[in-house]
């Protein structure tokens, strides 16, 4: 027999966000859309295929010019993004299959709309601007693997205080580059395309800047390591 979780169960799996966007979304829609999921019997791995499955639309409106309405189903994927988690963790279903699927969502959907709105903007003769998307959606992707990577090599590199300075570094000083603050940004310019690529121009900058200071500041923690477990080897043959 399966549990019948109540709606303060459900909510209680929200998740404390940095992004605005993500404010809005995990503290005031996530909890009541998880819920309708939840009642309609949809699971959460379900929610998360469905956001996936909106990366082809996005992708058909951007590259035909529907930049709006693209940008629409990428706050609904956002949107989704948030429930499916919230539904989760609340209803305790959390798998290694969920993460994959929710890693798997983030790249692919990233992927095709920032490709397919580059090629939109060179359609209409706006080459450079439709570059700096793509090399903006690119940048943000290898940011996104780099940290995969790093939390899949091992707790150790990632360890509590140095992970939580990176994430107040990012959230705070250079969290203004990411794909929910984009949306918004892209959405108050009221799609002024010089004003754009400038603003891509700038993600890019900052994407790398931040890749570049991530890299080291790992790169860094790895050799301390290696020189203390080397110093306590030293010291156990001695």
């Known amino acids: 027999m399966m549990t019948e979780h109540s709606y303060a169960q459900i909510k209680a799996g929200r998740r404390k966000e940095y992004f605005l966007l993500f404010k809005l979304h995990a503290w005031l829609t996530s909890a009541p859309l998880a819920w309708l999921f939840y009642k309609c019997g949809i699971s959460a791995n379900r ?3 469905l956001a996936l499955a909106l990366g082809l639309p996005a992708a058909v409106l951007n590259a035909t010019g529907h930049y709006y309405w693209a940008i629409a189903l990428f ?5 989704l993004d948030c429930v499916d988690g919230t ?3 609340g209803t305790r279903t959390t798998s290694a ?8 969502s983030h790249y692919v959907f990233q992927g095709l709309f920032f490709i397919s709105m580059g090629a939109g903007l ?12 793509v090399a903006a959606g690119l940048s943000n992707t290898l940011n996104r693997a780099h940290r995969d990577l790093v939390k899949a090599g091992g707790q150790a590199i990632a360890a509590a205080p140095v992970a939580t300075q ?27 395309i010089k004003l754009l690529a400038w603003y891509f ?29 080397d110093s306590v080897t030293g010291a156990s043959v001695g």
Request: with cysteine.
């Open 47 to 49: 929610v998360t295929v």
């Open 75 to 79: 706050h609904v994927f956002y949107l």
């Open 87 to 89: 539904l989760a963790r």
């Open 97 to 104: 299959l969920g993460a994959y699927l929710d890693d798997l």
């Open 122 to 133: 060179a359609l209409e003769r706006h080459a450079v601007c439709g570059v700096l998307a």
């Open 166 to 192: 990176l994430r107040r570094t990012r959230d705070w000083i250079l969290g203004s580059f990411d794909f929910p603050n984009i949306l918004v940004y892209m959405t108050a310019t009221a799609w002024n």
């Open 201 to 229: 121009a700038y993600c890019v900058i900052m994407n790398l800047a931040y890749l570049v200071y991530c890299s080291a500041r790992h790169a860094s923690r790895l050799s301390r390591s290696r020189t203390a477990r």
